[in-house]
T-cell receptor, first 113, second 112 residues
Framework: SQQGEEDPQALSIQEGENATMNCSYK?????LQWYRQNSGRGLVHLIL?????REKHSGRLRVTLDTSKKSSSLLITASRAADTASYFC?????????????FGEGTQLTVNP | DTGVSQDPRHKITKRGQNVTFRCDPI?????LYWYRQTLGQGPEFLTY????????KSRLLSDRFSAERPKGSFSTLEIQRTEQGDSAMYLC??????????FGDGTRLSIL
């Protein structure tokens, strides 16, 4: 079963606007990661935030993590048409799990030129 | 870094047939993972190897599924007596230690 839920399921915006996606999870985590998937392709790692971090930036990406609410958000600023893809959060429970990832159901982002 | 390679990219087979997929991880990665992804869903964990040892298997991995990683290099995933419900994208990923996983482009399996 999936770890959590992502919100919204689909998001359509204009180029240049910001896109925010949210993710909730259920169990304790070692870290939370965001991945991107273009149609018919594999997943590409975007950013990792550890359980003791609250915010992290990478280029146009900003991720927040609230472990008390078991939630995370991904903000993409100044979006481009090339950002059109599905975005997934994934949790790593650490410990003996071998860093296997538990994914959410994803947000389909469409950026209109 | 040549990336994770999966073969074939697409497989169409009749129900009841056996299929085998191959994954070649990034060469220095000691961990290898298999996931299954159905349309509109996130990937679901199937199994995980550290070097040649299969350390964990999901309950999703029924007796019809078997995975191997001889010599700790490439891995194969075999599905015996395929069923309609096996239709999915099968994704392989590799990593070194606790580093982020690198995914291949997957094998899309269609059962007729």
């Amino acid at each position: 079963s999936q770890q959590g839920e992502e919100d919204p399921q689909a998001l359509s915006i204009q180029e240049g606007e910001n896109a925010t996606m949210n993710c909730s999870y259920k169990t304790s985590i070692n870290n939370l990661q965001w991945y991107r998937q273009n149609s018919g392709r594999g997943l590409v790692h975007l950013i990792l935030i550890r359980s003791n971090e609250r915010e992290k930036h990478s280029g146009r990406l900003r991720v927040t993590l609230d472990t008390s609410k078991k939630s995370s958000s991904l903000l993409i600023t100044a979006s481009r048409a090339a950002d059109t893809a599905s975005y997934f959060c994934a949790t790593d429970a650490g410990g003996t799990s071998g860093s296997r990832l538990t994914f959410g159901e994803g947000t389909q982002l469409t950026v209109n030129p | 870094d040549t990336g994770v390679s999966q073969d074939p990219r697409h497989k169409i087979t009749k129900r009841g047939q056996n299929v085998t997929f191959r994954c070649d991880p990034i060469s220095e990665h000691n961990r290898l993972y298999w996931y299954r992804q159905t349309l509109g869903q996130g990937p679901e964990f199937l199994t995980y190897f550290q070097n040649e040892a299969q350390l964990e298997k999901s309950r999703l991995l029924s007796d019809r599924f078997s995975a191997e990683r001889p010599k700790g290099s490439f891995s194969t995933l075999e599905i015996q007596r395929t069923e309609q419900g096996d239709s999915a994208m099968y994704l392989c990923a590799s990593s070194r230690g606790g580093q982020p996983q690198h995914f291949g482009d997957g094998t899309r399996l269609s059962i007729l």
